[in-house]
């Protein structure tokens, strides 16, 4: 028995009661009819839990049906998607070769005219079938995968690609030759085949060796939501020949629909040529949030927002009046104090370390 068995009208009324229960403790009961594949049931419960935060359209899409927790979990959030989606002009015919769950795919498919979605497992291509008539629009799913589907692919205007990073059990992977589909070995024909791809990589992978990788890669794009940095995005341009010095990288933090709140851009080579202000602690002290540190330019920040750093390796900032702007966190100095228990003005706080010689336990345990 398959994910069908979510049509049963018995099977939704169970997930609708139990749409809020802990499903840990749903597992130690037994089922309402004994021929349910009642772990699948209950993964479905949890994912959709997951996606009321997650993706929320989807959640609310009559319907709807949700692969796997696993492959959930890898998938983009609707904010994150949205903002994808945000980043290209006309496009008539789009490719998703690894569309996985969907929530990329469906976002490109209100922006562009005909979306193909290619998935290699069988399971949950049927799943995507499915969903796409909830969702309506010009969408076809092909169960392929990726390698062999683009061999006779016809041409398209832009192709998305987010690589499997868990094979065969195996997390962490996050480095283009380690992923599935091997996307260094299918640019070649691609690039004879679209302008425009995109492909989402790990926010762990080394934003210039992946733009040395990839080669004619136009933008870069380092995705914070919620506090967290999900992704990185390339786009590569098959007509740029732009030097990798260049190229912009582009951080950004999103709002739950995908909109930008907060945005910083440089090059690696505006980076080179700037020399910063250093200062001693002033009134503020700053520090970029997750995905704006992961992008680097640090030296480029501190001019952009007319910030002085407390020092060459310490991505940390100071000023006198306060910038409301800055992509992260401020903190206003009331003291600066040496590290003794009687010189403290205070009894509780909470502590943070930044490039200090101890760890937050041995300092708490000092003070």
Known sequence: MSWRIFHDPDVQDFMRHHQDADVRDLALKKPPEPSWPYALILDQIKVRQRAKIKSPDLYDTNGFIFPSYDLFEQSSSSACA????????????????????????????????????????????????????????DVTVICQDAESYVGDMSRADLVFIDPQRREKGRKGLYNFFDC??????????????????????????????????????????????????????????SDSKMHPDDVPIIAVDLDDTGHVCTKFSYSFGQEKKISPAYAMPQKYIYEPDPAFQKAGGFKSMAAQLGLHKLHPNTHLYTSEDRRDDFPGKYYRVEDIVTVNRKALPIRRADLVLRNFPSTVDALRKKL
Request: hydrophobic fraction near 40%.
């Open 180 to 237: 599935s589909p091997d996307i260094l070995s299918l640019l070649p024909i691609l690039r004879e085949k679209t302008k425009y791809i995109m492909i989402k990589a790990s926010p762990l992978l080394d934003i210039e060796k992946g733009i040395k990788m990839l080669g004619f890669v136009s933008q870069v794009h380092v995705v914070q939501w919620r506090r967290e940095c999900k992704e990185l995005l390339y786009i590569l341009d």
């Open 82 to 137: 949205n903002y994808k989606a945000s980043l290209i002009g006309e496009c008539n015919r789009f490719v998703d070769l690894t569309a996985g769950c969907g929530g990329d795919s469906f976002a490109f498919s209100r922006q562009v005219k005909q979306s193909i979605l290619v998935e290699r497992e069988e399971n949950y291509a049927q799943i995507l079938s499915h969903n796409t008539k909830c969702l309506g629009g």
